[in-house]
């Protein structure tokens, strides 16, 4: 098994910065890739960025260019930097690791970013 604890969520003014942390435990040797997930109350989940074992990444089109996924190994941490954050990147940020860029399957449990306009 994998657990992932997220953290840094938290509320920030428009045009702010948050740095979200994932600190993973367990079976980290069966995970290929991690990312960042987020869901606005009434919306559907969506991915928000991935990032390999091998440093590939992924970012949605809605936060490239302000969001920025990382991961350090050693620390078994991933991260997401968000910079220029806007009033609809408020959600539940969700980390999850798994097989592929885009294919998670162990989740975390959740922290609220709250953004204020």
């Known amino acids: 098994q994998v657990q992932l604890v997220e953290s840094g969520g938290g509320l920030v003014q428009a045009d702010g910065s948050l740095r979200l942390s994932c600190a993973a435990s367990g079976s980290i040797n069966s995970i290929n890739a991690m990312g960042w997930y987020r869901q606005a109350p009434g919306k559907e989940r969506e991915l928000v960025a991935s990032?390999?074992?091998?440093?590939?990444?992924y970012h949605a089109a809605s936060v490239k260019g302000r969001f920025t996924i990382s991961r350090d190994n050693a620390k078994n941490t991933l991260y997401l930097q968000m910079n220029s954050l806007k009033p609809e990147d408020t959600a539940m940020y969700y980390c999850?690791?798994?097989?592929?860029?885009?294919?998670?399957?162990?989740w975390g449990r959740g922290t609220q970013v709250t953004v204020s306009s």
């Open positions: 999850a690791a798994g097989g592929g860029l885009f294919w998670h399957n162990h």
């Open positions: 990032i390999s074992n091998s440093g590939n990444t």
